[in-house]
Nanobody
């Protein structure tokens, strides 16, 4: 069984910074792409950043220049550094990983971590 466990969310004032982490554990051969999504109340889940196994990154326009995704392959962990946070960044943040497992390729999700930005 594979688990993605997120940590690092919380409450921060506008203009502040937070870093969220997501660690994968369990039975897997390798981790391909990883990503971060967010879901604000009443809105659809939005893809905000991805990173490939080789380190190539992509960002949604809404976070480009403010957020940085990175990964530590030795720790099976992906990070999202969030700077210059705005109230509209308030959401539950979910990590996502494309894994190679004994059962074939699988997509796994973390449980979500709340990020709240006060004005």
């Amino acid at each position: 069984q594979v688990q993605l466990v997120e940590s690092g969310g919380g409450l921060v004032q506008a203009g502040g910074s937070l870093r969220v982490s997501c660690a994968a554990s369990g039975s897997m051969f390798s981790i391909n792409a990883m990503g971060w999504y967010r879901e604000a109340p009443g809105e659809q889940r939005e893809l905000i950043a991805t990173i490939t196994s080789g380190g190539s990154t992509n960002y949604a326009d809404s976070v480009k220049g403010r957020f940085t995704i990175s990964r530590d392959n030795a720790k099976n962990t992906v990070y999202l550094q969030m700077n210059s946070l705005k109230p509209e960044d308030t959401a539950v943040y979910y990590c996502n990983a494309d894994l190679a497992t004994a059962w074939g390729p699988r997509i796994y999700w973390g449980q979500g971590t709340q990020v709240t930005v006060s004005s």
